[in-house]
Nanobody
Framework: QVQVVESGGASVQAGGSLRLSCVVS????????MGWFRQAPGKEREGVAA????????WYADSVKGRFTISQDNAKNTLYLQMNSLKPEDTAMYYC??????????????????WGQGTQVTVSS
């Protein structure tokens, strides 16, 4: 059974940085994707960044390119999202997800199979 646990969310001022972590346990597949999604009140959940573990290929939403970096530590089975130059519009509940039905870095929710409970990120102006 796969379990996903996010952490690192906090309240910060605009321009600040945060590093989110996601620990995944129970995955035995050699090739799978992992991604970060976020949902703000009144908005649909959207993809933020994703990585394909087989070769480290990545995908980023246009709104976070140049500011966010997704990475993976295979030894610790942990996914990270380094968020710099945070903006108020980044405020949302951030979710980590893992999927084994994808063949690349995917931004599509339906390609993910296991989800974490979310960690709140609040950015004040």
């Amino acid at each position: 059974q796969v379990q996903v646990v996010e952490s690192g969310g906090a309240s910060v001022q605009a321009g600040g940085s945060l590093r989110l972590s996601c620990v995944v346990s129970g995955i035995t597949y050699n090739r799978y994707c992992m991604g970060w999604f976020r949902q703000a009140p009144g908005k649909e959940r959207e993809g933020v960044a994703a990585i394909y573990t087989a070769r480290g290929s990545t995908w980023y939403a246009d709104s976070v390119k140049g500011r966010f970096t997704i990475s993976q530590d295979n030894a610790k089975n942990t996914l990270y999202l380094q968020m710099n130059s945070l903006k108020p519009e980044d405020t949302a509940m951030y979710y980590c997800a893992a999927g084994w039905r994808c063949a690349g870095a995917s931004s599509r929710e339906y390609e993910y199979d296991a989800w974490g409970q979310g960690t709140q990120v609040t950015v004040s102006s």
